[in-house]
C-alpha cells in the first residue's frame, strides 16, 4: 500500500524551530523527486520546498535560507528542517511526489508559531 504519514509539527514560537518527517512506503518513493507542501485556511496549497532522488532543491523564496529539505532514501524518509519560524509559517504541512499526485495526499501535520 502506497502511504505517506506526516510528523513533527507543533506549536512553537518566533524564532524558533522544527523538524518535519515524512515517512514513506513504496519503492517508488527512493527515486522520485518529493516535496513539502503546506496550506492554510481558505487558500491553495502551496510547494513550500523540494527534492530530487538525487539531492538537488527548490524552494519557495518566503523560505530561503530558513527550511531545509533532505531525504533518508534507506529510510524512504523526506525531512523539513525549519529555523527562524515566523508567523506566516504557520499551516498544515503535507508530503508528496513533485509534482503531486492527488491520491497520495496524507492527513498533513499542523505547525502554528506564535508566542
Known amino acids: 500500500q502506497v502511504q505517506l504519514v506526516e510528523s513533527g509539527g507543533g506549536l512553537v514560537q518566533p524564532g524558533g524551530s522544527l523538524r518535519l518527517s515524512c515517512a514513506a512506503s513504496?519503492?517508488?518513493?527512493?527515486?522520485?523527486?518529493m516535496g513539502w507542501y503546506r496550506q492554510t485556511p481558505g487558500k491553495q496549497r502551496e510547494l513550500v520546498a523540494s527534492?530530487?532522488?538525487?539531492?538537488?532543491?527548490t524552494y519557495v523564496d518566503s523560505v530561503k535560507g530558513r527550511f531545509t529539505i533532505s531525504r533518508d532514501n534507506a529510510k524512504i524518509t523526506v525531512y523539513l528542517q525549519m529555523n527562524s519560524l515566523k508567523p506566516e509559517d504557520t499551516a498544515v504541512y503535507y508530503c508528496?511526489?513533485?509534482?503531486?499526485?492527488?491520491?497520495?495526499w496524507g492527513q498533513g501535520t499542523q505547525v502554528t508559531v506564535s508566542s
Open positions: 527534492i530530487t532522488s538525487g539531492g538537488s532543491t
Open positions: 513504496g519503492t517508488i518513493f527512493k527515486i522520485a523527486a
Open positions: 508528496n511526489l513533485h509534482p503531486a499526485l492527488p491520491g497520495y
